[in-house]
């Protein structure tokens, strides 16, 4: 598995908005054969502020995500909805191994 | 469910040492009554960074996660092998739905 963590911060004012149109692109996202995960979390102590953990089967599965039609729609949806550029970090797995996810 | 990321930097001479003894506290995490997931990651451009998603039925379950002989063997275990303190940071769950957690 190869996983992505992004984290962004919305607009106080667009929090709800951008909180829809992210769950809207993980029930599609989820759907690719790429995609084990796509969890969405916001912060306790800082609603304004969400991480999404984005679980794909290899590397490759994450450029073909951002070529489908959910996510150019989530990209262009929230755009003006945050309040600084979102940020990524990549990880690989170690628990559970690859053979034991779900 | 209650998602707790805990960031952690190890030492660089204790990356394999802190890796093994991360997995085995989440072998045992993992059969928590209250914990879903327990999964562990290594950042891929820092191999001394890594992030313990730990995935809670409820937040009452986190303070049991802390009395467990698992957790307070790898507490004691990795106290030296971190290069500075470790942080975490608390979410509530938006996606999937808690009712779709497996």
Same mark, same amino acid.
């Given at each position: 598995m190869y996983v992505i963590h992004v984290h962004v911060q919305a607009k106080p004012e667009f929090?709800?908005?951008?909180? %829809? %149109?992210?769950?809207?692109?993980?029930?599609?996202?989820?759907?690719?054969?790429?995609?084990?995960?796509?969890?969405? /979390?916001q912060q306790e102590d800082d609603p304004t502020r969400f991480v999404l953990v984005e679980v794909y089967k290899s590397p490759d599965d994450h450029p073909k995500h951002r070529e489908t039609a959910h996510y150019l729609t989530w990209r262009d949806t929230v755009t003006?909805?945050? %309040?600084?550029a979102r940020t990524?970090?990549? /990880?690989?797995?170690?628990?559970?191994q690859d053979s034991d996810w779900k």
């Open positions: 929090v709800e908005e951008f909180r %829809a %149109a992210t769950v809207e692109n993980a029930r599609n996202s989820v759907n690719e054969p790429g995609v084990v995960r796509f969890d969405v /979390y003006d909805m945050m %309040a600084a990524a970090v990549r /990880y690989n797995n170690i628990f559970p």
